[in-house]
């Protein structure tokens, strides 16, 4: 009984440490993913550097970004319309 209670707060001690770092290296590197691929020069050194033209070899992306951009577009006016339809109702 002794080891599992001393376990279980090593958990939760490991836990309060563990997940805050992850949070803010997920989020570090999500910035930075923002910021490489805003930037039209980095994105362009893909082709020059490597003489890969992103568009052309992988088809899929291009079909896959503009289904994203269309799908977060909508999104938000969906919930709106959801959250709406759900006040009507109740």
Wanted: aromatic share 14%.
């Amino acid at each position: 009984m002794w080891i599992t209670t001393e376990f279980n707060q090593f958990q939760k001690e490991l836990f309060r440490i563990l997940i805050p770092i992850i949070i803010l290296v997920g989020n570090i590197g999500s910035i930075l993913n923002v910021i490489v691929f805003s930037v039209i020069t980095l994105l362009r050194l893909l082709q020059i550097g490597f003489n890969i033209d992103s568009s052309s070899t992988w088809s899929w992306i291009c079909k896959l970004r503009f289904f994203a951009v269309g799908f977060l577009l909508m999104l938000p006016r969906s919930y709106i319309l959801l959250a709406a339809i759900d006040r009507e109702i109740l």
